[in-house]
Each structure stands twice: as C-alpha cells, then as structure tokens.
Nanobody
Framework: VQLQASGGGLVQPGGSLRLSCVAS????????IGWFRQAPGKEREGVSC????????SHADSVKGRFTISRDNTKNTVYLQMNSLKPEDTAVYYC???????????????????WGQGTLVTVSS
C-alpha cells in the first residue's frame, strides 16, 4: 500500500493549488481518504476527507467554502482543490487512508492507517 501526494508549491495569497494523492497497491473501494496538514510548530490537523465509494465528504471549518475534495476511482486518485489560499494554509499536506466499509469519513488522525510522504504548500507574497 502506497500513497503518493503531489501538487504543492509556492502560491500568493488568494491563489489556488490542486493537490493529488495517488494510491497504489490497493483499490480505493471501501476506503476513506483524508487530507491532513501540519504547519511548523503545530500539531497535524485534519483538512478534508472523502469516501471513495459513496462520495461522503467532510471539511474542517477553517477550509469550508475554499477547499473541495474529489476522487477519480478510475485513476485511484483523490484531489484537493484549494482556492482563496491564505498564509495560514501554509503547511505540509499529507494524504492518508482509512478502511471504512460503511461509507463514512472523518478527520480523526488516529483512524487513518496508511500515510503518504507529504507535499509542501507555501502561501506567501
């Protein structure tokens, strides 16, 4: 089981980025995929998640209305579209999976079993 996160970079405040998380070694059916982030000196926090089969989503309050999560099961890939980025969105972003046959997804870090390596997002002028 491997997860490969990509798409990070430097963007100005108000800009957009799209992160990708490609899963290999398993199919995403019956899994929730979450995006998490960790800013320097802060704890890792949940950002958004989606259930690969049922499409159930959840977002942290801090990103609601700005971030959208989606999946393409034909490519075993989950995307995080980030718009109206703010300096406080600066962090390393990680994707992770949780086996979830009941179709839910949540942002509890301890529920997730497999983690990707992270991609850095820097929002700065």
């Amino acid at each position: 089981v491997q997860l490969q996160a990509s798409g990070g970079g430097l963007v100005q405040p108000g800009g957009s980025l799209r992160l990708s998380c490609v899963a290999s070694g398993f199919t995403l059916d019956d899994y929730a995929i979450g995006w998490f982030r960790q800013a320097p000196g802060k704890e890792r926090e949940g950002v958004s998640c989606i259930h690969s089969k049922f499409g159930t989503t959840s977002h942290a309050d801090s990103v609601k209305g700005r971030f959208t999560i989606s999946r393409d099961n034909t490519k075993n890939t989950v995307y995080l579209q980030m718009n109206s980025l703010k300096p406080e969105d600066t962090a390393v972003y990680y994707c992770a999976t949780e086996f979830e046959p009941w179709g839910a997804c949540g942002l509890e870090i301890t529920s997730y079993d497999y983690w990707g390596q992270g991609t850095l997002v820097t929002v700065s002028s």
